[in-house]
């Protein structure tokens, strides 16, 4: 049974940093991407990122240069660091997985940031 965890989310001050981690349990998350999302209040839900099975990385417009995503394979983890945040970053942030058809979701965790 595929399980993804998200961590890590808070309260945080505009300007502040937050790390958000992804465990997951019954896939290996280096040999299968890994999305980040997230659904600000009232809006849909939108991709943040993402990391591939080889390591590359892509990100939104929105975050790009203030967020990065990593992978630690040995404890089937995806990070979500997020740097310099803003109050327009307030929203509950998934992970996602998607193999073999399947699309595996976290809880969400969630992220509010103060002005």
């Known amino acids: 049974q595929v399980q993804l965890v998200e961590s890590g989310g808070g309260l945080v001050q505009a300007g502040g940093s937050l790390r958000l981690s992804c465990v997951a349990s019954?896939?290996?998350?280096?040999?299968?991407?890994v999305g980040w999302f997230r659904q600000p209040p009232g809006k849909q839900r939108e991709l943040v990122g993402g990391?591939?099975?080889?390591?590359?990385?892509n990100y939104a417009n929105s975050v790009k240069g203030r967020f990065t995503i990593s992978r630690d394979n040995a404890k089937n983890t995806a990070y979500l660091q997020m740097d310099s945040l803003k109050s327009e970053d307030t929203a509950v942030f998934y992970c996602?997985?998607?193999?073999?058809?399947?699309?595996?979701w976290g809880q969400g965790t969630q992220v509010t940031v103060s002005s």
């Open positions: 990391i591939a099975s080889g390591g590359n990385t």
């Open positions: 996602n997985v998607y193999s073999n058809g399947y699309s595996y």
């Open positions: 019954g896939i290996a998350l280096s040999f299968n991407g």
